[in-house]
């Protein structure tokens, strides 16, 4: 697809679970984030990838929070033992390097925690 | 100093009317400010951005006021329309430093 890919979309899970969130990015963009928007909240920055540099992971929330990215590819969110504060959209974007390149999102996956 | 402090939180506009959102930032190193647009189960889309090189900047009804010395910009939306009703986000980039700062977002609703 042209657009930014995620998966799932919805995704409801018991608290202390595992959960895995995918993100496909837009082909050839060098330059992946993720964010985490709670209900009616703005955008929370979670972590940022830029081609082989070190990740910028200075926004997750706590040790439970973790994110991978293969190459300049797909990434993964992993959020170990899920707790109800979790529930959240978590956005992905993508985009080309440089201050002025537009950074396109994702529709988000919808996580609740029960 | 790495926040953008957007307002009003919720804003309703009579059809044809115009919608004004403002935010303020203290980061002078920030270069690059856009406004996003995120409709309900949607994921933010760019709707127009800025420099702070230049004062204004319009695309159709969406305008972009730029006030350097002030550490503040707006979004005007002239004529406004159902269809514009969305939730609103300002951000902030700094250059070298690819990571957007998001306001907290304004909750427009036209009505007919």
């Known amino acids: 697809g042209a657009g930014v890919s995620q998966s799932p979309s919805n995704k409801v899970t018991e608290k202390g679970k595992d959960v895995e969130l995918r993100c496909d990015p837009i082909?050839?963009?060098?330059?992946l984030y993720w964010y985490r928007q709670r209900l009616g909240q703005g955008l929370e920055f979670l972590i940022y990838?830029?081609?082989?540099?070190?990740?910028?992971k200075s926004g997750l929330p706590s040790d439970r929070f973790s994110a991978e990215r293969t190459g300049e590819s797909v990434s993964t969110l992993t959020i170990q033992r899920t707790q109800q504060e979790d529930s959240a959209v978590y956005l992905c974007?993508?985009?080309?390097?440089?201050?002025?390149?537009?950074?396109?999102f994702g529709e988000g996956s919808w996580l609740t925690v029960v | 100093q790495q926040q953008v402090k957007q307002s009003p939180q919720s804003l309703i506009v009579q059809k044809g009317g115009i919608s004004i959102i403002n935010c303020a930032y203290e980061?002078?190193?920030?270069?690059?400010f856009p406004w996003y647009q995120q409709f309900p189960g949607k994921g933010p889309a760019l709707l127009i951005a800025?420099?702070?090189?230049?004062s204004e900047k319009k695309e159709g009804r969406f305008t972009i006021s730029f006030n350097k010395s002030a550490k503040q910009f707006s979004l005007h939306i002239m004529d406004s329309q159902p269809g514009d009703s969305a939730t609103y986000f300002c951000?902030?980039?700094?250059?070298?430093?690819?990571?957007?700062?998001f306001g907290a977002g304004t909750r427009l609703a036209v009505h007919p």
């Open positions: 082909s050839g963009h060098t330059a």
């Open positions: 980061n002078t190193a920030f270069d690059y």
């Open positions: 990838f830029q081609g082989n540099s070190a990740p910028d």
């Open positions: 974007a993508s985009s080309l390097v440089g201050t002025g390149n537009t950074i396109y």
């Open positions: 951000a902030a980039r700094s250059g070298g430093y690819n990571k957007l700062i």
């Open positions: 800025i420099r702070p090189d230049v």
